[in-house]
């Protein structure tokens, strides 16, 4: 049986480590068509937390909410052209987790790529726990739980059974993510020009008034600012899924190179719609959510069924999408020796082991919903905390290295290399330093700090070899 290993040039960047081949010799499959990589792409940019967190952003910053998505926006697509250029240069199913190791070494690679880990397997919870209070709404008395548990019980099915199949719900999930979206712009565009028949053009009252397009002032504009950097969240799926795609880098190169309108487009023109046309501090909106009260205020019949069964796709397009992802960094990690050796077992080009450890502790809050109900959801939205933001600071970091290494013909290059990389590098620390600030944020940063931390050691230890010395020691007494 043979085993990839990485050597000490894959290291330090002179050559690349096979990304993709199995302890048997058998490669995850490229099962992934080029549809399935170009929705995936577009529908991964519509997330649960652009339906779900949004309201709690407008409440804080009102219409400056608008600002608060732009800039947080901005950020995501310096990070995404930056992984871009890096997952073009070399596709791999470890993502920035491989390009972390390579840029500084197996230490970073592990604590980039396990963090990940484990904030896909919560937030495969978080979001099952979210699609069965939906459901539950609609058939009163049927227990949350049972929900959780069918809903993970259909997305491991799937993804232990083919990639296409991974490919394939996530291309009629994102199709109906985005038909969804546009209709809601195009009925806002309408409605905001005075042409939607029953309602009259807002022109700019609810920009100008209640308070100005500042009602909480800065501090609004900061509270704003936070939530919308989380809304982001799962755009790095388009490069982990790449590297099982029919072109991995054509397919990663159109990702990225397209990021940039569908974020404007999809959060940075839902934001405006919704403010121009709804009162910031209508209860509606944080009561309903953002994009049921503007429905309700054009009088669109149903529009909270309506936006209850988009939500609850998008939930379920990130369950599914979660699974596929964590899976597959756990395979790349294990793949370069940062793992059990089980994990990176392949059957049918699935590794499926990965897919049933990955799965787990989605199964582990079915029972957690039932023993706790009120209180795990905080609970685990706090576990996670900002594992997100450290992800980008080892891309950040990986692509300033990484590039001076390889001056050669790159598929797609990072604008203004080196200084938009070391802009995006200092506004994630802002990021960080506004989390400190608010007392709200600053449990999660805490609780982020002290997992990164303790995964960094636990990665350091590993690269010296002093997990394996103490390993021995226990076996032989």
């Known amino acids: 049986m043979t085993r990839t290993t990485l050597t000490s040039e894959a290291v330090d960047g002179k050559k690349d480590a096979p990304a993709s081949s199995s302890p048997s010799g058998s490669p995850l499959s490229n099962g992934l068509k080029q549809r399935h990589l170009s929705m995936i792409a577009l529908g991964g940019v519509i997330g649960a937390g652009l339906f779900v967190g949004s309201g709690a952003g407008i409440a804080a910053a009102g219409p400056s909410i608008v600002v608060a998505y732009a800039i947080s926006g901005l950020l995501v697509m310096l990070v995404m052209r930056m992984l871009g250029e890096m997952s073009a240069a070399n596709p791999s199913s470890g993502s920035f987790s491989a390009h972390a190791e390579r840029a500084m070494g197996p230490w970073a690679g592990f604590t980039a790529g396990w963090a990940f880990w484990v904030l896909l397997c919560v937030a495969v919870g978080l979001e099952g726990i979210g699609a069965a209070k939906i459901v539950s709404g609609w058939l009163p008395g049927t227990p949350e739980w049972a929900w959780v548990a069918l809903f993970m019980l259909v997305f491991c099915a799937t993804n232990l059974a083919a990639v296409k199949n991974f490919g394939e719900f996530e291309f009629w999930f994102a199709a109906l993510k985005i038909g969804a979206i546009v209709l809601f712009l195009g009925l806002g565009a309408l409605a905001i020009a005075g042409v939607l028949p029953g309602s009259d053009s807002p022109g700019l009252t609810n920009l100008t008034g209640d308070g100005g397009w500042l ?42 190179r397209t990021a940039m309108w569908r974020i404007a487009v999809f959060y940075i023109g839902s934001m405006a719609v919704i403010v121009t046309l709804v009162p910031w ?32 796709i998008a939930l379920l397009s990130a369950m599914n999408a979660n699974i596929y992802g964590a899976s597959r960094i756990t395979y790349s990690l294990v793949e370069r020796g940062q793992g059990p050796r089980a994990l990176s077992r392949v ?30 959801f905080t609970w685990l939205l ?8 450290v992800v980008w600071i080892f891309i950040g970091v990986s692509q300033l290295i990484l590039r001076r290494r390889n001056q050669g013909q790159l598929v797609v290059r990072m604008w203004l290399y080196p200084y938009l990389t070391v802009v995006a590098l200092l506004g994630m620390v802002v990021i960080f330093v506004l989390m400190a600030r608010e007392p709200d944020t600053r449990v999660q940063l805490y609780s982020t700090g002290g997992l990164v931390l303790a995964l960094a050691l636990l990665g350091y230890a590993h690269q010296k070899g002093l997990l394996g010395r103490l390993a021995a020691k226990l076996l032989r007494r």
Not at 285 to 306: C, F, N, R
Request: charged share 10%; net charge negative.
């Open 281 to 312: 501090d209508d209860p509606a909106v944080a009561e309903k959510g953002p994009y049921v009260a503007t429905l309700d205020h054009l009088g669109i019949p149903g529009a909270g069924q309506i936006m209850n069964v988009v939500i609850l």
């Open 382 to 389: 706090n576990m996670i905390g900002a594992v997100i933001l």
């Open 215 to 256: 009602p909480n002032g800065s501090e609004g504009l900061v509270l704003g600012l936070l939530a919308s950097v989380f809304a982001y969240g799962g755009l790095e799926t388009v490069t982990i899924a790449a590297a099982e795609s029919e072109n991995p880098v054509q397919g990663v190169a159109r990702a990225v």
């Open 347 to 376: 059957s049918g080009g699935v590794p499926r082991v990965a897919v049933l450890a990955s799965s787990f502790f989605g199964f582990v809050c079915v029972l957690l919903s039932y023993w706790y109900p009120e209180t795990i």
